[in-house]
């Protein structure tokens, strides 16, 4: 049997009650989901059902990501709700190729890990496979593992193996929707433009669940923690000086500023820091960063391309800000910091988030 997958919590519940509800069924995983966006979110689903596979033994094989192909099918359908036109497209995108996979590799029965996921149709799920499974002359497998239960033991099964949950279906129309609803910004959608790893991001998403798989296959004891933190993007920002050049300039963590444009005059210069007189923001010299972070960029433009984590970043600024409390004062790092009057232009955002951590068992 032929199984498609579209994520790991999924997976790891339909798979195991598959093996207990078909013992003669020799299960075989397919992975094939070019829906999902972005790329990097496909990719974390990716590597959590590959984890899950390697923990109950089933090969898996997984498909091209054809997205260009994807929004294509569903051109036209982008404002569907929920279980609407747009999810019958999709399922019939990704079941008629996991049909194609089964006669490539022998198989004659197909079924999909869709079928436990609550957001879903079981109505449409079943039509559509039998509609795809009567084109190709395959036998398909529908059962309900919702009922009785089912999803609650679902979703403590994921729980108990440490599974990456991820909170939206997949693709970008569903996530902006969610968000919208939930009020919530779409930091799915951003990345930096320099390679920095931001909290909460897919990206740290990813390192975690690899550090995961690194304390499985080591025998590491360990568990998954939840906190809630304050989040920060930056949007846009540049610096003019005052022949109204813009010079290079690289904005620290949690800069924040209630006038996106401000201008105003550094009043003074003290240990590198030069204080302005407006938004309580403050320039630092590459030289006094380099000092407080220990670091060695010789110009703003080799920090911009190599820039420094986060934690450096926090570290540098409550050596600068010495509070016990957070700070959310503007910190923008200069090649020199000079009295005289500038411009700053600063977008960003500040927002309440969730992430995981990884705690260690003695």
């Not at 519940?13 to 509800?21: R, T």
């Not at 004659?108 to 084109?135: E, H, M, Y």
């Not at 201008?263 to 030069?274: C, L, P, W």
Request: aromatic letters at 10%; charged letters at 25%.
């Amino acid at each position: 049997m032929l199984v498609h997958i579209c994520c790991s919590v999924d997976s790891h519940f339909f798979l195991q009650k598959l093996q207990q509800a078909y013992p003669k069924e020799r299960l075989v995983g397919f992975f094939y989901d070019p829906n999902i966006h972005p790329f990097s979110e496909y990719e974390l689903r990716l590597l959590d059902v590959k984890r899950s596979c390697d923990k109950l033994g089933i090969p898996l094989h997984v498909g091209a990501y054809n997205y260009e192909g994807w929004i294509e099918a569903v051109r036209g359908l982008e404002k569907e709700p929920e279980k609407g036109k747009r999810c019958l497209v999709c399922f019939d995108n990704r079941l008629e190729e996991t049909a194609r996979k089964a006669l490539e590799l022998g198989e004659k029965v197909i079924t999909t890990t869709l079928l436990t996921s609550p957001k879903k149709s079981l109505d449409q799920l079943g039509n559509a496979l039998r509609l795809i499974a009567d084109r190709y002359h395959l036998e398909i497998a529908v059962p309900d593992f919702r009922k009785g239960g089912g999803t609650q033991e679902q979703f403590a099964l994921a729980k108990e193996a440490m599974l990456y949950h991820q909170d939206y279906c997949g693709c970008i129309f569903a996530l902006s929707v969610q968000r919208q609803q939930q009020q919530r910004w779409a930091d799915e959608l951003s990345s930096p433009l320099r390679p920095q790893i931001l909290p909460s991001s897919i990206e740290a998403r990813t390192v975690l669940y690899e550090k995961v798989m690194e304390c499985e296959a080591q025998k590491i004891p360990f568990k998954l923690v939840r906190e809630k933190f304050l989040n920060y993007r930056l949007l846009r920002a540049w610096v003019k000086n005052s022949e109204k050049e813009v010079v290079p300039s690289y904005v620290l963590f949690y800069s924040t500023c209630k006038k996106e444009k401000i201008k105003a005059n550094i009043e003074f210069i003290n240990e590198g820091v030069g204080f302005l007189s407006k938004e309580e923001a403050r320039f630092i010299a590459l030289e006094t960063f380099n000092t407080l972070a220990n670091t060695h960029y010789e110009t703003l433009k080799e920090m911009l391309q190599n820039p420094p984590t986060v934690e450096i970043e926090m570290a540098v600024r409550n050596a600068i800000m010495k509070l016990s409390f957070a700070s959310l004062t503007p910190l923008i790092v200069l090649d020199e910091v000079n009295v005289g009057a500038y411009e700053l232009f600063l977008q960003s955002k500040t927002y309440h988030d969730i992430r995981e951590n990884l705690v260690f068992i003695s």
